[in-house]
């Protein structure tokens, strides 16, 4: 089974890292197959077909992960509205399907949308459609058609350095572009009803009741995200506390909420005889509950993940078999990337099925370090175990994507686990009460006083800000030898031996080698970075891990929350040393650097090599280049965009390169 599950694994990744023809795979995948076939006949005879067939299992598992990725890559197809459209610059008439609602922007109210034509061809695909917010704007439904006419974006590298490349997550679900548009530019067609649709609007019918019940909003928001998986609303200081406290995982749907929905389900079932009829009854129900459920929960990787195992443990409750969970987990994996392969790049997906293979092998042997006798220290202390397993499990990629890592996590899982069962089963009443109308006021109040008492303690923990380790710098080789040093440390625990502990400690070694070659790199390195900022300018000069910053008075004033600086700083193991306002004239790598700003001032007889315009300043182009001869000039995002072109186009005409941080990038020396 691992064999099968790694090689598939491979072949997603393969898939994603060479661009490959299907008709070589599907070649590959024939012959692949006639070679399993001849080699099974031999394996019980001879030693090497019984390795031929092995390998031959493992081959055909490659192909099989690459053919269901380049299956479902949606842009390879020539409808596909990407491969359409020639002019992004011009509006373009769609005709989209509603699917989804996201969470709103300042500015726009947004969509995952499927496109069925553009300008009047056929065509699909994902887009998001943003729709600026105005005072007409119409309430839509999931399901609806609209006809749009807006522009449409590409998906953009990220335009600073070690920033979140929020154009791949989007491309990770098939989404590669972005509409905009506005309400009066909309058309609302007919309504299309099916599961999706449905589900999505009786989620909003339920969600419509709740607001109308006496359930005060900040607290209506958490019930939403707990029970339906909506975070949408959910305010910055809420989620930031739970992130702080090490809770956030209790906002999103997963195995904790599933287990507990079984337990309802299975409680509410128990009328139904255990005979043959009523087992398969049972167990027809539990399945369809648990998926409608995933469902109406807006499939998230990590409820997909959990719906699936939990739906392998019902059927082999039913069959009366021991479940292998290792198996479980492996083939619920396998499953799920079979019809979504690009959740292996999931963040969700990962964490989730990290932190469970950890409880599921390091639980127990936390556990066995001490077997209370009494119930309830028994019961608060397997919490502890299963908090430190998941956690260990999940800490090195946490810290990875998020440089961040909450110390009291074992406390929050102490205070609020307890109080979670409860809230999950007076929630789930009020959820289903909500399905027909408003929640009464003696289920509404207790729900509400529950969570805010939920959410007073996750503030509480998360005030204790000096055990909430920010800003950590974590490389990818490192997060593969911290992996490697856990892994290694409890096969030690669980068999100690001299070779073992041998092999751990050379482990830790690796991962200090690791460090130490970082450390050095990051020395050895000089650069000068012109970032893109819109309506501000940073420019950073690093020698080795010290960085100097120049910019406005307002960015030097809040360094600590600008996020363009913090992930520059955190993903090259420096430190901001100093702080300095901009100034005219900088000397870098032997290269001379003009700043001219909005007031326009400038030293003549200086010949830079970059010449950096910021602030809109008004001069002329063709007065500049002949009094400066500059040999290159950048242009940042706090430039005015009509002038940026008039700039651009005496450039090109005098070919002088031009450098354009809102669409290049950020500037490096």
Same mark, same amino acid.
């Given at each position: 089974?691992?064999?099968?599950?790694?090689?598939?694994?491979?072949?997603?990744?393969?898939?994603?890292?060479?661009?490959?023809?299907?008709?070589?795979?599907?070649?590959?995948?024939?012959?692949?197959?006639?070679?399993?076939?001849?080699? !099974?006949?031999?394996?019980?005879?001879?030693?090497?077909y019984?390795i031929?067939?092995?390998?031959?299992?493992?081959?055909?598992?490659?192909?099989?992960?690459?053919?269901?990725?380049l299956i479902?890559k949606?842009?390879?197809?020539?409808?596909?509205?990407t491969?359409?459209?020639?002019?992004?610059?011009?509006?373009?008439?769609?005709?989209?399907?509603?699917?989804?609602?996201?969470?709103?922007?300042?500015?726009?109210?947004?969509?995952?949308?499927?496109?069925?034509?553009?300008?009047?061809?056929?065509?699909?695909?994902?887009?998001?459609?943003?729709?600026?917010?105005?005072?007409?704007?119409?309430?839509?439904?999931?399901?609806?058609?609209?006809?749009?006419?807006?522009?449409v974006?590409?998906?953009?590298?990220?335009?600073?350095?070690?920033?979140?490349d929020?154009?791949?997550y989007?491309?990770?679900q098939?989404?590669?572009?972005?509409?905009?548009?506005k309400?009066?530019?909309?058309?609302?067609?007919?309504y299309?009803?099916?599961?999706?649709?449905?589900?999505?609007?009786?989620?909003e019918?339920?969600?419509?009741?709740?607001e109308?019940?006496?359930i005060?909003?900040?607290?209506?928001?958490?019930?939403?995200?707990?029970?339906?998986?909506?975070?949408?609303?959910?305010?910055?200081?809420?989620?930031?506390d739970y992130?702080?406290?090490?809770?956030v995982?209790?906002?999103?749907?997963?195995?904790?909420?599933?287990?507990?929905?079984?337990?309802?389900?299975?409680?509410?079932?128990?009328?139904? !005889?255990?005979?043959?009829?009523?087992?398969?009854?049972?167990?027809?129900?539990i399945?369809?509950?648990?998926?409608?459920?995933?469902?109406?929960?807006?499939?998230?990787?990590?409820?997909?993940?959990?719906?699936?195992m939990?739906?392998?443990?019902?059927?082999?409750?039913?069959?009366?078999?021991?479940v292998?969970?290792?198996h479980t987990?492996?083939?619920?994996?396998?499953?799920?990337?079979?019809?979504?392969?690009?959740f292996?790049?999931?963040?969700?997906?990962?964490?989730?099925?990290?932190?469970?293979?950890?409880?599921?092998?390091?639980?127990?042997?936390?556990?066995?370090i001490?077997?209370?006798?009494?119930k309830?220290?028994?019961?608060?202390?397997?919490?502890?175990?299963v908090?430190?397993?998941?956690?260990?499990?999940?800490?090195?990629l946490?810290?990875?994507?998020?440089?961040?890592?909450?110390?009291?996590?074992?406390v929050?899982?102490?205070?609020?686990?307890?109080l979670?069962?409860?809230?999950?089963?007076?929630g789930v009443?009020?959820?289903?009460?909500?399905t027909?109308?408003?929640?009464?006021?003696?289920?509404?109040?207790?729900?509400?006083?529950?969570?805010?008492?939920?959410?007073?303690?996750i503030h509480?923990?998360?005030?204790?800000?000096?055990?909430?380790?920010?800003?950590?710098?974590?490389?990818?080789?490192?997060?593969?030898?911290?992996?490697?040093?856990?892994?290694?440390?409890?096969?030690?625990?669980?068999?100690?031996?001299?070779?073992?502990?041998?092999?751990?400690i050379?482990s830790?070694?690796?991962?200090?080698?690791?460090?130490?070659?970082q450390?050095?790199?990051?020395?050895?390195?000089?650069?000068?970075?012109?970032?893109?900022?819109?309506?501000?300018?940073?420019?950073?000069?690093?020698?080795?891990?010290?960085?100097?910053i120049?910019?406005?008075?307002?960015?030097?004033?809040?360094?600590?929350?600008?996020?363009?600086?913090?992930?520059y700083?955190?993903?090259?193991?420096?430190?901001?040393?100093?702080?300095k306002?901009?100034?005219?004239?900088?000397?870098?790598?032997?290269?001379k650097?003009?700043?001219?700003?909005?007031?326009?001032?400038?030293?003549?007889?200086?010949?830079?090599?970059?010449?950096?315009?910021i602030?809109?300043?008004?001069?002329?182009?063709?007065?500049?280049?002949?009094?400066?001869?500059?040999?290159?000039?950048v242009?940042?995002?706090?430039?005015?965009?009509?002038?940026i072109?008039?700039w651009?186009?005496?450039?090109?005409k005098?070919?002088?390169p031009?450098h354009?941080?809102?669409e290049?990038?950020?500037?490096?020396?």
């Amino acid at each position: 089974m691992s064999r099968i599950f790694i090689g598939f694994l491979f072949g997603i990744l393969l898939c994603r890292i060479v661009s490959l023809n299907t008709d070589f795979v599907f070649a590959s995948l024939t012959l692949g197959i006639v070679g399993l076939f001849i080699s !099974s006949l031999y394996s019980q005879k001879k030693p090497f077909y019984k390795i031929l067939f092995g390998s031959f299992v493992f081959l055909l598992s490659l192909l099989v992960g690459i053919l269901t990725t380049l299956i479902h890559k949606e842009n390879s197809s020539p409808y596909h509205y990407t491969n359409q459209i020639a002019d992004y610059e011009k509006a373009h008439k769609l005709d989209l399907l509603l699917v989804d609602k996201l969470k709103s922007t300042q500015k726009n109210n947004r969509y995952v949308s499927l496109v069925k034509e553009l300008d009047g061809n056929r065509s699909y695909g994902k887009v998001i459609l943003n729709i600026a917010k105005e005072d007409d704007a119409k309430n839509l439904k999931i399901g609806s058609h609209l006809t749009v006419i807006g522009l449409v974006f590409k998906n953009k590298n990220p335009l600073n350095p070690n920033l979140f490349d929020y154009g791949n997550y989007l491309e990770n679900q098939e989404i590669y572009a972005q509409v905009y548009t506005k309400p009066n530019q909309i058309k609302i067609g007919n309504y299309e009803s099916g599961l999706w649709a449905g589900f999505s609007n009786f989620r909003e019918t339920i969600i419509s009741n709740l607001e109308h019940s006496a359930i005060a909003k900040e607290e209506l928001n958490v019930l939403n995200a707990l029970i339906l998986g909506q975070q949408q609303d959910i305010s910055p200081e809420v989620l930031k506390d739970y992130q702080y406290a090490g809770a956030v995982h209790v906002l999103s749907v997963s195995g904790l909420h599933v287990g507990f929905i079984l337990l309802f389900i299975n409680f509410l079932l128990k009328p139904i !005889s255990n005979s043959r009829k009523g087992s398969l009854l049972k167990l027809l129900i539990i399945v369809l509950s648990l998926w409608s459920f995933a469902i109406l929960a807006g499939l998230s990787p990590s409820i997909v993940r959990s719906v699936t195992m939990f739906s392998f443990l019902a059927i082999g409750i039913h069959l009366r078999r021991t479940v292998n969970i290792y198996h479980t987990l492996l083939v619920s994996m396998l499953l799920i990337l079979l019809f979504k392969p690009s959740f292996l790049f999931d963040v969700g997906f990962q964490l989730s099925y990290l932190a469970l293979f950890f409880i599921l092998w390091l639980q127990p042997i936390l556990s066995s370090i001490w077997e209370p006798k009494n119930k309830i220290i028994n019961y608060f202390w397997d919490i502890i175990t299963v908090s430190f397993a998941a956690q260990i499990g999940a800490m090195p990629l946490s810290i990875y994507y998020f440089h961040q890592f909450p110390g009291l996590f074992f406390v929050t899982n102490l205070l609020i686990l307890p109080l979670l069962g409860l809230i999950m089963a007076v929630g789930v009443l009020a959820v289903l009460i909500a399905t027909f109308h408003t929640v009464p006021e003696f289920i509404a109040k207790p729900i509400e006083f529950l969570i805010a008492f939920l959410n007073s303690i996750i503030h509480w923990v998360a005030s204790f800000d000096a055990f909430v380790f920010k800003n950590i710098s974590f490389s990818t080789a490192m997060l593969w030898s911290s992996y490697l040093v856990i892994i290694l440390i409890i096969l030690w625990i669980k068999r100690p031996n001299f070779k073992r502990l041998t092999v751990a400690i050379a482990s830790i070694l690796l991962l200090q080698i690791i460090f130490i070659i970082q450390k050095k790199e990051t020395y050895n390195n000089e650069e000068l970075i012109i970032f893109n900022c819109k309506k501000n300018t940073i420019i950073t000069e690093r020698i080795g891990n010290a960085v100097t910053i120049y910019s406005n008075d307002s960015i030097r004033e809040n360094l600590s929350s600008n996020w363009i600086i913090q992930s520059y700083l955190v993903g090259n193991f420096c430190e901001a040393k100093a702080k300095k306002p901009l100034q005219n004239l900088l000397y870098f790598k032997q290269q001379k650097m003009l700043i001219i700003d909005s007031s326009c001032v400038y030293t003549k007889g200086i010949y830079p090599d970059v010449l950096v315009i910021i602030q809109s300043p008004k001069l002329n182009m063709q007065r500049l280049l002949k009094t400066c001869k500059p040999k290159e000039i950048v242009v940042d995002g706090s430039n005015f965009k009509s002038y940026i072109r008039l700039w651009e186009a005496t450039c090109r005409k005098e070919k002088i390169p031009f450098h354009i941080t809102n669409e290049k990038g950020f500037y490096k020396i």
